[in-house]
């Protein structure tokens, strides 16, 4: 059984629509946490089991979960032009949050392994009506999702909407497995 990895965490600190698609992860399985920030999601595949590799710019938000035993955590700054940190490493689950850099999609979509999830939401165009981000280098075009996933991956669930919490945004969202053999 796993261990709880904070008494104090609450699984609502975890997108919602992240925690819906956490049990398609196939049992046990590693899962990447793209720009984890303060590690909500590492968190979340953390107490359901999986050992997590945690990756962003600066891992110093992620505090003590750093050294969770089934935690890899690495600083790298994935738009500076150097190469993918992880090599070929594949992944049950790639998890991404908040965070849009076009370049890594292929990436992603490589280091899937064959009955992977990727879970994605990010926020779209349109949301410069209420405030960051507004630059549209960080918003996803209409569809934007599913024509990176279209022929590559199942798509589960895919929603392109208006959300209210924690706060209004205009966001995308997709869950898609790779169903490669």
Known sequence: MPRPVDPHYSFTDASRWIARFAPLVPEGGRVLDVACGAGRHSRLFLERGHPVVALDRDISRLGELRHHDAMCAIEADLENGEPWPLGDEQFAAIVVANY??????????????????????????????????????????????????????????????????????????????????
């Open 100 to 181: 849009l850099y076009r370049p890594l999609f292929p990436v992603f979509l490589d280091r899937l392994e064959p009955g992977g999830v990727l879970t994605y939401e990010t926020f779209a165009m349109g949301n410069e009506r209420f405030g960051k981000p507004s630059n549209p280098a960080f918003l996803l075009d209409d569809g934007e999702l599913l024509e990176i996933v279209r022929d590559k991956l199942h798509v589960i669930a895919y929603e392109a909407l208006e959300i209210t919490e924690p706060k209004p945004a205009l966001v995308q969202r997709i869950c898609a497995t790779n169903d490669r053999t």
